[in-house]
């Protein structure tokens, strides 16, 4: 059998030579991954991180004031220029307005006395006189706080034991038995002790201690339980006392104190007469004769 020769020389056949590989690519890290995943949100994410931080710090520095913060009117913290009247403010918790009392203001500008010089605005806060008395007068028993504004440089002292004289006093409105009285001092307000207060404000400060009730900074008021005397009045009185502090002072006294006793006010009864404690003699006298006692 004849073995078929192929025409030409003999050439060994090579394998293909491998192709060389591409390195795989390595895996997104994990940023891109996210920027990959969120696009243009993946950058505002940490702006806006860092943006409420810096606002947060802000606000926390500064206090709410600055931040808008809505709140109570809290009064200074200064210290009081009166020995007896150095403790810390207290706060202005007025009773309803519906029990506010206030000798209406005038409609006419009234005539400046210039018997005492007195401090048109107090500090806003204020604070106990400290002391206490004996129980006075014969009766139910009713106990009262003597407050001074701060920072309206009066004698403290001589302010409370005004008032302590003249409620006192047997024409005042223990008369007969009716009800006897006695001081208390800062210990016994911050106990809860007392049945009222009787407070020396300054015009300036008399919308926060009888607000909405028309004293106009030249009348005094009863609100909730407070007497409240308005400093300029206890410094120079009114027109037609004549000068008349001292008389005054006590009719002050008793004629708020009366409202804070539940007494309206009333008419003179007759021309000369003497006028009733509850007529609003701030303002006129009625044709009647000026009187500070309930019980002349």
Not at 5 to 30: D, K
Not at 161 to 168: D, F, N, S
Not at 185 to 191: E, L
Not at 211 to 236: D, K, M
Request: charged share 20%; glycine share 12%; proline share 9%.
């Amino acid at each position: 059998m004849r073995t078929v020769r192929p025409a030409g020389p003999l050439v060994a056949e090579r394998e293909p030579a491998p192709r060389p590989r591409m390195p795989a690519p390595e895996p997104p890290g994990r940023f891109r991954r996210f920027v990959h995943r969120y696009g243009w949100r993946a950058y505002a994410v940490p702006v806006l991180a860092v943006v409420t931080a810096v606002t947060l710090v802000d606000l926390a520095l500064a206090g709410p004031d600055e931040g808008g913060t809505a709140g109570s009117v809290a009064a200074p913290a200064s210290a009081s220029v009166e020995a007896t009247a150095s403790e810390a403010p207290e706060s202005v918790v007025p009773g309803p307005s519906e029990s506010a009392e206030v000798d209406a203001g005038p409609t006419s500008a009234p005539a400046t006395l210039t018997a005492e010089d007195y401090v048109q605005q107090g500090q806003g806060g204020v604070s106990v006189v400290d002391g206490t008395s004996a129980v006075m007068g014969t009766g139910p028993l009713r106990r009262f706080a003597v407050e001074v504004e701060m920072g309206i440089d009066v004698d403290a002292q001589a302010f409370a034991a005004a008032v302590t004289e003249t409620l006192g006093d047997s024409r005042s409105w223990g008369h007969g038995g009716r009800m006897s009285v006695q001081r208390v001092g800062r210990a016994a307000v911050k106990a809860g002790d007392y049945d009222f207060k009787v407070t020396l404000i300054s015009p300036g400060s008399m919308e926060r201690y009888c607000p909405g009730v028309g004293t106009g900074g030249y009348t005094s008021c009863r609100y909730g339980e407070r007497a409240v005397i308005n400093l300029a009045r206890w410094a120079t009185a009114v027109p037609h006392y004549d000068g008349d502090i001292a008389t005054y002072r006590q009719y002050v006294i008793n004629h708020e104190v009366g409202h804070v006793l539940g007494h309206g006010h009333v008419n003179c009864p007759g021309a000369g007469e003497p006028a009733p404690v509850m007529v609003q003699q701030t303002l006129d006298l009625q044709g009647c004769e000026k009187n500070a006692w309930p019980f002349p």
